[in-house]
């Protein structure tokens, strides 16, 4: 029996080799379809790689002009409640408005009234208190 010769450390082999020799020779696309994602990706911890993230500078380069240009604005209003708010925030609006001509002309009214009762002079007592029919 020959006498056994002392295994080379891993170390000592590596020494020995040119990586770079070596790297260059290697089909990184053939050993990336070796790697299963979603094993490496279950390794990951999301909450330590989202702190290195700063949000700041990716908000920044974002173009909200472009993005909003890209909004179909007809749609949306479609798929929310947000044309029954406009609608009725409208009609509210309008509401408003025909209420204060309303008051406007009832002051109007007044005003006319008293005018036509000094003109004709008539006293508050001989001016009856509305229609015939209305009043008892």
């Excluded at 020959?2 to 000592?12: A, E, K, N, T, V």
């Excluded at 080799?17 to 020779?25: G, N, Q, R, T, W």
């Excluded at 993005?67 to 749609?75: A, I, P, R, S, W």
């Excluded at 002051?107 to 001989?126: I, M, Q």
């Amino acid at each position: 029996m020959s006498p056994r010769l002392p295994r080379p450390s891993i170390d000592g082999v590596l020494s020995l080799v040119d990586i770079d020799a070596v790297l260059e020779h290697v089909d990184v696309n053939r050993l990336l379809e070796r790697i299963d994602v979603n094993a490496l990706l279950e390794r990951v911890d999301m909450d330590r790689l989202l702190d290195r993230v700063d949000v700041e500078r990716i908000v920044g380069r974002v173009d909200v002009n472009r993005l909003v240009g890209k909004v179909d604005v007809d749609d949306l209003v479609q798929r929310t409640e947000l044309g029954v708010i406009i609608a009725e925030s409208t009609s509210g609006v309008a509401q408003r408005v025909l209420d204060s001509l309303r008051a406007r002309a009832v002051a109007l009214d007044d005003l006319c009234d008293r005018a036509v009762n000094k003109v004709a002079r008539r006293t508050p007592g001989d001016v009856p208190a509305g229609p015939p029919g209305f009043v008892r």
